[in-house]
């Protein structure tokens, strides 16, 4: 079973003040922390987890600069055996499509039965790359899975998640892309001393040239949709803050509830 | 799981031990889990596969509190091999699911508390401290700890000691944002490498100022950077031993406090680095107290299971919590204040008295919350 | 012809709600246009539902064919590929629901057609397509161009177009279906229901619901007791249950539960859309968060900006002596 993940690299915002960069076209980033992608962590768990039902190994692929070699480094450390990280400056501004593209580019080469992506990024949040790649490729897909049955015979039997708690059961050929749910899978621990011992293992990195593509095909040229502007979502009618002491929020509330809440 | 036996054997000197029982006799938690320190020793020496030995529930119910270790007539380390068969589960990846919560925000924001990095000095937002990375300069350097910096309870001991401390005229400042995690916990829990790497960080840091000592709010922090970290020139001390010389050199506290007062020693600042003494006198000094001891007090001071990653980790055994005998034993013996000088005694006993129903009775405490009563 | 499709999603029978909020929104762009909006139905025996369709669309293209039986995207592409080269629309709407999120991004990339996903607006001037996305779990709108090409696509959020009642007195077009052979690749088998679980959130008065800002699964005692003392039952958000602090049954939101009770209390929930799908229809929401940017602040009603740890036990004990 040849799997290959792949993953990114995103910042942690849910916590964070955001601001907006001076290109008035994304945020910026210093100062947030990074980590893998929520869903992609558990699509590296899903692929271990599989190789060490039957065999096989695993190829963890990303884009981006330098740092997330510190990301594939971790997906090493679970248990994945290879690395790639793709970079070019000409893959800046690549939209959902046109960064399947650039995957499909660095995957063709490779044998493979699984492709595992994260249904979606913490960031962009397209939700299009996983079965995107699929159509590039010509192979099969599922989104948003939140169970493997199992693999045989060159067919795999997978649940995709559903609205309100419902999934359906798909049979589907390989070679296939799986776009992974977040609570298919418990996610191990990766420990610092796990990272260290594949500190010296290769990250391949490959770029524009060596994906065979020309600078027109990637970023914002090799694009179907271009960010012109981010601002921050009108707030609306929005949530009356309620302010004061501790105390006096408290009594606030008592009182909400008293006119509102049926509450006794 | 496959592990390198002979390493482990010279490691922790497993052929030294004969089977006493002494570190399990000390055991504070022996009595109510199935964790048997004495039999892992002996484990650790016969089984063919330490696999096995290694993977089991109760490993976590360890406090660290290291009576085992001190109890040993050998001068043999079983807490240690107990610590390091931890380590190698950390490293196969299989630990508690809110041990790995701790751990990957330890390694995120430099807290186990998964608290954002950039908010660490909050506590201290109106109080006017000197911070070093600020370009400020002090004679000693404040280490506040991950629990005083973020937990709501523990940063008022935190400000506490900050009166106490500017009362005394002590000279000091923070390492504000730039202080991270000491790895106390870190390194009891098993991630030996992101110990290392968050004592590199501080130690680093250390070394970028010139400042006398480091004064601790916790005796965890203490202890980890005295006997851990172990560097030469780093004067490193407890409050209570920074107070305690102050008071008897001149109390400036001279309020009154009509409380009867008892005092738990925590095991990092007791029994391991034996601080029994001062902790007591400054409670003694204060006008008003009537002091009164524990029967297992100092060397024999119970644990309040809040250690070796505990507080992030729920323990197997089902028997009664230690700390809430504890607060039953300061009830009966008519307490009316339990003292304590650890941040994580502090919370554990705190939580006892609520569970016991205790909270009209017995008042939780740190000593530095006390001399601020007593100003 | 270069019409706005809107395709119909359904499920076991029943159109789904995505479908009429579609529908809406075409409806303003095809007034703006003046390009016809049409409703493209796809499915095995559901005539009655096409009927029920007419009045919002200028038209509804009706294919029916035993393999339309259930949803399978890659049947549904075949079909839509050979409908978007007869139809040539101007765009193409699908929801970005589980349906959407399987069959969007293959069938774009097929067709070549630009496509934005979870799309919360779309614009039109001058046949320039833009849409409006969130990123960063909905703390930024980003403005998105679609490039110009024949046919383009857009993915809609779930409850992001609220709908009003129309009439467009539409009729049906029925088109044969072009699947000839068994599409084996990928085989849809069985629906399985989620098992019941203890409690039954949807049927709440109060709910007083706890997210991943919880932080530590030791804090949910303390959530719980607030619950308690308000006589409310309790609930989360999906990283919850991810984590298996709490039960799948206690999910809000798209792939949980949606919940309408009179009172809804999120504590340290962001707001992803997937959440709020599920909540907003609650009668007064009382949003804590500590982040004053957080967009559960959009949709609530009333709003504390703080440290739960600090709010939960202040508030606890206010409303215990209140409700004592
Ligand atoms: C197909 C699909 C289906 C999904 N279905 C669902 C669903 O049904 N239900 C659902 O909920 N999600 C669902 N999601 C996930 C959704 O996208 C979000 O990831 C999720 O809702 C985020 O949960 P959260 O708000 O609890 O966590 P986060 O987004 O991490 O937010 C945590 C919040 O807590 C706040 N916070 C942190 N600490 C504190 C503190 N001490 N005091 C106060 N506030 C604090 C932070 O400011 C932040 O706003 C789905 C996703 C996909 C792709």
């Known amino acids: 079973m040849e799997i290959i993940v792949c993953i990114k690299r995103v910042p942690e915002t849910a916590d964070a003040d955001i601001v907006i960069d001076r290109t008035g076209r994304d945020i910026e980033k210093g100062g947030l922390v990074f980590d893998i992608n929520e869903w992609d962590n558990y699509a590296v768990e899903e692929a271990i987890l599989l190789k060490e039902k039957y065999g096989g190994s695993v190829t963890v692929i990303s884009m981006g600069p330098e740092e997330v070699n510190e990301t594939l480094r971790r997906a090493l450390a679970m248990g994945a055996d290879q690395a790639i990280r793709l970079t070019d400056p000409a893959f800046e501004g690549s939209d959902g499509y046109t960064i399947a593209r650039v995957l499909s580019q660095a995957i063709k080469p490779l044998s493979y039965d699984l492709i595992l992506t994260g249904v979606q990024t913490e960031d962009d949040g397209y939700g299009q790359v996983g079965p995107t790649l699929a159509e590039i490729l010509g192979i099969r897909h599922a989104a948003v899975v939140n169970q493997i049955e199992g693999i045989e015979s060159g067919r795999t039997r997978v649940h995709r998640e559903l609205e309100g708690g419902l999934e359906e059961i798909l049979d589907l050929e390989l070679p296939a892309v799986l776009t992974i749910q977040t609570g298919i899978n418990e996610p191990r621990y990766v420990s610092i001393m796990g990272i260290r011992k594949v500190a010296k293992k290769e990250i391949k990195v490959l770029g524009l040239r060596e994906l065979a593509m020309k600078p027109e095909e990637a970023g914002e040229p090799g694009s179907l949709t271009v960010v012109e502007m981010v601002s921050f979502p009108p707030v609306g009618e929005g949530a009356q803050i309620l302010e004061g002491t501790m105390d006096e929020i408290s009594d606030k509330v008592v009182t909400i509830l008293k006119e509102k809440g049926g509450v006794a | 799981m496959e592990v390198q036996k002979e390493g482990f054997l010279q490691k922790y000197d497993l052929y030294g031990c004969f089977q006493c029982g002494k570190c399990t006799g000390g055991c504070p938690v022996s009595l109510k889990s199935k964790l048997n320190i004495r039999k892992l020793m002996i484990e650790a020496l016969l089984r063919d596969n330490l696999g096995n030995v290694v993977q089991r529930e109760e490993l976590w119910d360890c406090t660290t509190c290291k009576t085992c270790t001190l109890r040993c007539p050998r001068g043999l380390e079983p807490m240690d091999l107990l610590i390091g068969m931890r380590t190698l589960l950390v490293e196969e990846g299989h630990i508690p699911k809110t041990a790995i919560e701790a751990l990957e925000s330890t390694y995120k924001y430099g807290n186990p508390w998964g608290a954002a990095k950039n908010k660490r000095s909050e506590w201290a937002n109106e109080l006017g401290l000197k911070v070093l990375p600020q370009g400020d300069q002090a004679s000693n350097l404040y280490f506040v700890c991950c629990t005083a910096a973020y937990d709501t309870r523990v940063q008022n001991v935190a400000r506490s000691l900050v009166q106490c401390l500017r009362q005394i005229g002590y000279d000091f400042a923070i390492l504000g944002n730039d202080e991270t995690c000491c790895g106390s916990e870190i390194r009891r829990m098993g991630e030996e490498g992101l110990f290392e790497m968050l004592m590199d960080q501080n130690i680093e840091s250390f070394n970028k100022y010139d400042f006398r000592s480091i004064v601790t709010t916790s005796p965890h922090c203490y202890n980890t950077i005295k006997n851990d970290y172990a560097q030469d020139g780093l004067d490193v001390r407890h409050y209570t031993q920074v107070l305690a010389e102050a008071v008897e050199e001149k109390n400036p506290f001279s309020g009154e406090v009509r409380k009867v007062i008892t005092y738990h020693d925590p095991c990092f600042l007791g029994k391991q680095n034996g601080i029994f003494d001062e902790p007591r006198y400054i409670l003694q000094s204060i006008a008003g107290v009537t002091f009164i001891d524990f029967d297992r007090s100092r060397e024999k001071s119970l644990c309040c299971e809040g250690g070796g990653g505990r507080m992030w980790v729920e323990a197997t055994d089902q028997g009664p919590r230690l700390a809430e005998i504890r607060v039953q034993d300061a009830v009966e013996m008519g307490a009316e204040i339990l003292a304590t000088a650890c941040p994580f005694c502090l919370l554990t006993l705190e939580d006892a008295v609520k569970t016991t129903g205790n909270e009209e009775r017995l008042r939780v405490m740190d000593i530095s919350e006390i001399l601020v009563e007593a100003l | ?324």
């Open chain 3, 1 to 324: 012809m270069a019409d706005i499709l809107v395709l119909v999603e359904h499920r076991r029978g029943e159109i789904r709600d995505i479908t009429f909020e579609m529908l809406m929104k075409g409806k303003t762009l095809s007034e703006k246009t003046g390009k016809p909006l049409t409703a493209l139905l796809l499915g095995n025996d559901v005539g009655e539902m096409a009927e029920g369709l007419k009045d919002l669309a200028n038209r509804v293209v009706l294919i029916e064919d035993p393999k339309l039986e259930n949803f399978n995207s890659e049947i549904y592409q075949r079909v839509l590929g050979n409908v978007i080269e007869q139809e040539k629309p101007f765009l193409l709407f699908i929801g970005h629901t589980a349906f959407g999120m399987d069959l969007a991004p293959t069938l774009a990339t097929q067709m070549k057609a630009p496509l934005a996903t979870d799309c919360t607006d779309v614009m039109v001037d001058d046949d320039q397509i833009r849409a409006i996305r969130q990123t960063y779990g909905g703390k930024l709108n980003v403005e998105v161009r679609l490039k110009p090409a024949p046919c383009s696509m857009v993915t809609v959020r779930p409850a992001s177009v609220s709908v009003e009642d129309y009439s467009l007195a539409g009729e049906i077009t029925r088109v044969t279906s072009p699947l000839t052979e068994e599409i084996a690749s990928k085989r849809f088998l069985e629906y399985v229901e989620a098992a019941a679980g203890e409690v039954d959130i949807t049927q709440a008065n109060i709910l007083v619901s706890v997210g991943r800002g919880i932080k530590d699964p030791e804090n949910i005692p303390m959530v719980q007791e607030l619950a308690k003392s308000l006589g409310a039952t309790l609930s989360c958000s999906r990283p919850v249950v991810d984590k298996k602090w709490l039960p799948k049954d206690r999910q809000v939101g798209t792939s949980g539960k949606t919940v309408k009770p009179t009172v809804y209390i999120a504590i340290g929930i962001s707001g992803a859309f997937q959440h709020i799908a599920g909540m907003k229809g609650s009668g007064t929401i009382i949003a804590i968060n500590r982040d004053p940017k957080a967009p559960i602040f959009n949709v609530a009603h009333y709003g504390i900006v703080g440290d739960l740890l600090k709010i939960v036990p202040a508030l606890k004990g206010k409303i215990s002596e209140a409700f004592a």
